[in-house]
């Protein structure tokens, strides 16, 4: 049978524009958000968020009104509830079973029954309809919860703000009580600008934080002659507390109390670790070359005194070396080139694979070769399912935990969503580690880098925590094998009926070579006087974290309980999940509705191994008809043919992904932005795509661009490929643009130079000059460095450091790394970010120019330049701020630079005597691509070095 072929068409257009469109929907139907509000209190790492959205229909006939929300994948909703006409319609959390009915009911009827969906790697989608009577008024109440965990130092709190119109009233609270001691805080942001920063207002004390947004109308429209929000992504929050060498922290309140624990100044423990590495046919491709580069970087974390080896697998299982070794440089070396020649082909046999990684650290311990008082980890990244060898779950998990016998741990990352999650996360908790999926995506490399230096330091070994027995009850977990730098423990309880006045903590462990005791004691009134009063935590809160943290943990022990022990554990996580009306995997939440509307929906908490071979990208949805705007691009079909499809080499189709490749230049001519970063890497196999139209007075002119599967990658479905003619219309308002003549170019550096106020240097590299140092200055605590491809005329990447605070962002055309605290943040150019922390400003518009700015220091600008000469730009402001000490090959234009007078026959050349040497400069025209495209004419000095 023949599929229409808009219906792709309109996919491929609309993936990049949901935001818009639902707005627009919500306007044409004419449900109006008149108020927007996000609380979200902090109590002790514990944050409970209530979002409260209320509407009012102004059509003269009933409308739909639709509540959307994404919230942390971590979080459980504890509440939902719609107000119409005065009439409260609750959510009821019930266990499962007993939701069936309704939920089974609503399939039977075509609906989707479930209200909460994956939307990416760290959240979840709510959403519920309801339909609205004229002039009737609908607030909806949307409640969760969750601990906030201490992450590569860290603590995160995530909010999604998406209103999808403008709104009247709204405004987001968010209130941290940290009686600790906030040690730091910032913010970030990915709708964040200069225009909408006074809307947002910190204010922060020792041991309380308050973050306020509240745009006006104006501060949300993307112009004054659109009526389209810019609030259209997340806002985070990280924060971490004042700790001492006891690390240990107690709270109390209302009966229950919470011990943090994450000691500060302890030595590294030495580890010995084997990486297992699979390279079966899956990961050929852009999996093994961004896991040949992450373990290249991991490699150079090695500390001197660890052990290591490789283990690389497919249908056979091969050693870098007969057994572990040190990290010394050369050995660390010779595993990198080792790595970079890792070749993917055949089957999956991850049974073998792990258990030679097992047997290499038992002989080694059998022999006496690993250091008293070491740590031994097993790392195991894999992209799909055993295929070869023993291929039964159940049997490999069985095997693996009986030669482990308790004595290493081993950490599972699932590449992707070829693998069996479950499989992989109960490998993981048998053994005293932990599961993870590594995304497919651009910065899959960096999550690899992540997660290892979340285990990379080993602080403390065999940890357990004890009480006294009279004074508290029904405690969490409180053993645990290891304790890793910028991580916390947590164990929570209830304080017994009788309890002594004072309660009193040991927590002992072993570091390396020597076992260690930390003791601590807490006034029980005391502890309870600093919660009781304040109004901006949320009263009871620990009470309700021991609820959350108990469910958490039982959950994970039934992954990996036996039979016999599930039921009870089971039981147990229900039970709580009822008392305090958690959405878990466990319970459902039904959705009432006003009669004659659908009686009930089920919320329910979906599971990561839920998600395999699902899209997790949100804004995926597919709409009947849409118009995109007055006068821009619309795309029209040609004609379909179905063809056999091509056979499965690769198994199963993993998700597609967000574009990164924009649209081959083409004489100037520009594609509308709707287009151009979406529609290549999502059409298939065989496209061939014309470009037609032309501007009044202008020669229409086509053009044809093909693309192949190598092209597109293999995540694009594999029964589609089909050859396609696409056609684009462009109506004069997207082909317009000021040119500049073909042979001015825009140099890899413009300098303003010191002392004037228009005049200018244009930096030309000519010569080779491999890894750079463009700038450092020592006194104001920022170095520069970047590595220059000559023969392409472009920087390949620049990176900026930072002392103070300690931060690195790296830049390279694809997208920007920051890095701080061993963690990656990983942003695509020309996404909006705006991100506030202690001494730096780092932004970045739709234009493509990250700014790095504080107020005493230089400003750093980067951009990424689509214009002539194509690449990596560098941007300085406030140049006067350079120190006496700055250095480097830009940085020499800020030191004693003596201009020679202008030769007697041509007053456009000057001589510079820069550092003692002399350098020739040229007046030129250029173009400037500091105000962004399509870049200004300018004359300024060249030098070329």
């Not at 229409?4 to 139907?29: D, E, F, G």
């Not at 902090?42 to 994404?70: G, I, P, Y």
């Not at 709190?157 to 009686?179: A, G, S, T, Y």
């Not at 050369?330 to 790595?339: G, H, L, P, S, T």
Request: glycine share 6%; net charge neutral.
């Amino acid at each position: 049978m023949k599929t229409p072929l808009h219906t792709y068409s309109i996919v491929l257009v609309l993936l990049s524009l949901p935001a818009v469109l639902q707005a627009t929907t919500a306007r044409k139907n004419d449900i109006d958000i008149y108020s927007f509000t996000v609380d979200s209190k902090v109590s002790s790492r514990f944050a409970h968020t209530v979002v409260t959205s209320r509407v009012v229909n102004k059509a003269d006939t009933v409308q739909e009104a639709t509540f959307q929300m994404e919230l942390p994948k971590k979080a459980f909703i504890t509440n939902f509830s719609m107000i119409i006409n005065g009439v409260t319609y609750p959510g009821n959390i019930k266990e499962k079973a007993t939701a069936q009915e309704q939920y089974s009911a609503a399939v039977a009827r075509g609906e989707s029954a479930g209200l909460v969906k994956a939307t990416g790697r760290k959240m979840e989608q709510f959403q519920v309809s309801v339909n609205v009577a004229p002039a009737a008024k609908v607030t909806f109440e949307l409640v969760y919860e969750e601990l906030l965990k201490r992450q590569l130092g860290v603590y995160e709190l995530l909010l999604k703000v998406r209103p999808q119109q403008l709104v009247k009233h709204l405004q987001m609270d968010i209130h941290i009580f940290e009686p600790q001691g906030i040690r730091f805080l910032e913010t970030e942001s990915t709708f964040m600008t200069n225009e909408l920063a006074n809307a947002l207002t910190v204010s922060q004390n020792m041991t309380k934080a308050h973050i306020r947004f509240k745009p006006t109308l104006s501060q949300q429209q993307k112009s004054p002659e659109q009526q389209d929000t810019v609030l259209d992504g997340t806002f985070i929050v990280r924060y971490d507390v004042n700790r001492t060498v006891s690390g240990g922290s107690i709270q109390i309140e209302n009966g229950y109390f919470v011990h943090y624990f994450a000691p500060e100044g302890l030595p590294t423990i030495p580890k010995n670790v084997i990486f297992v590495i699979d390279k079966s046919g899956s990961m050929m491709g852009r999996k093994i070359q961004q896991t040949q580069e992450a373990l290249i970087k991991i490699l150079d974390d090695l500390s001197p005194k660890d052990q290591f080896n490789l283990v690389c697998f497919s249908g056979e299982t091969t050693q870098w070396k007969p057994s572990l070794v040190l990290a010394s440089a050369e050995n660390v070396k010779e595993a990198k080139n080792y790595a970079a020649v890792i070749k993917a082909q055949g089957a999956t046999d991850i049974n073998a694979a792990t258990l030679r990684a097992v047997q290499l650290l038992t002989r080694a311990n059998q022999q006496e070769l690993l250091p008293a008082g070491s740590v031994s980890l097993i790392i195991l990244l894999t992209d799909g399912d055993p295929t070869v060898g023993e291929t039964n779950p159940a049997s490999i998990q069985k095997n693996v935990k009986a030669a482990i016998g308790g004595q290493y741990s081993l950490f599972c990352l699932g590449f992707g969503f070829d693998v069996s999650y479950a499989f992989l996360e109960k490998l993981a908790l048998d053994n005293g580690g932990l599961a993870r999926r590594i995304y497919e995506d651009s910065d899959s490399a960096l999550q690899l880098q992540d997660f290892y230096q979340e285990v990379a330091n080993p602080l403390l070994m065999r940890v357990a925590f004890e009480y006294p027995s009279n004074a508290v009850e029904e405690v969490t977990q409180d053993n645990f094998r290891l304790l890793f730098k910028g991580s916390e423990m947590v164990v929570a309880g209830k304080l017994r009926d009788q309890s002594p006045d004072v309660l009193s903590a040991k927590v002992s462990g072993k570091v390396h070579l020597q076992n260690i005791t930390f003791q601590m004691e807490s006034s029980v009134a005391q502890k309870e006087e600093e919660f009781r009063s304040p109004k901006y935590i949320f009263h009871s809160f620990i009470e309700r974290l021991w609820a959350y943290l108990t469910i958490q943990q039982l959950l994970e022990q039934i992954v990996s309980a036996s039979d016999a022990e599930k039921q009870a554990l089971e039981t147990q996580a229900l039970n709580l999940s009822l008392k305090y009306s958690f959405v878990t995997p466990l319970t459902s939440m039904v959705v009432t509705k006003p009669e004659g509307q659908e009686q009930s929906q089920v919320a329910e908490k979906p599971l990561e191994n839920e998600n395999r071979h699902r899209n997790v990208h949100p804004g995926h949805t597919a709409f009947k008809t849409h118009s995109v705007g007055d006068r821009m691009s619309r795309i029209t079909a040609g004609t379909f043919q179905k063809l056999p499809s091509f056979p499965r080499r690769f198994g199963q189709p993993g998700p597609l992904h967000p574009p990164h490749r924009s649209f081959p230049p083409h004489h100037g001519m520009l594609l509308p932005d709707v287009l151009a970063p979406s529609v290549p890497d999502q059409v298939f196999h065989g496209v061939d795509l014309r470009i037609k139209g032309a501007p009044p007075g202008q020669k229409p002119c086509s053009r044809l661009w093909p693309y192949s599967r190598e092209t597109l990658g293999e995540d694009s479905p594999r029964n589609l490929y089909e050859p396609v003619t696409w056609t684009l219309f462009l109506s004069e308002t997207t082909t317009t643009t000021a040119q500049s003549p073909a042979h001015i170019q825009a140099p890899p550096v413009i300098l303003p130079l010191p002392g004037q106020s228009v005049d200018q240097l244009c930096v030309d590299i000519k010569r080779s000059q491999g890894l750079m140092n463009l700038l450092s200055d020592p006194d104001q605590g920022v170095e520069v460095t970047g590595q220059y491809e000559t023969e392409k005329a472009q920087f390949s990447w620049i990176e900026v450091t930072f002392k103070n605070p300690q931060l690195q962002v790296h830049a390279s055309p694809e997208h920007v790394v920051v890095t701080r605290n061993r963690r990656n943040s990983v942003y695509k150019w020309k996404e909006t970010l705006f991100s506030v922390m202690p001494g730096l400003k780092m932004t970045m518009d739709k234009a493509g120019l990250l700014m790095l700015s504080s107020p005493d220091k230089v400003t750093i600008g980067l951009l990424s330049w689509d214009g002539p000469g194509k690449g990596l730009r560098l941007l300085l402001r406030d140049t006067n701020r350079f120190s006496s000490h700055v250095g480097g090959t830009l940085g020499q234009f800020y030191q004693d630079v003596l201009w020679g007078p202008p030769a007697a026959a041509d007053d456009s050349k000057r001589t510079l005597r820069v550092q003692g040497h002399d350098l020739s400069a040229t007046r030129e025209l250029k173009l400037d691509y500091q105000n962004g495209l399509p870049g200004t004419e300018i004359s300024c000095w060249s030098v070329e070095l």
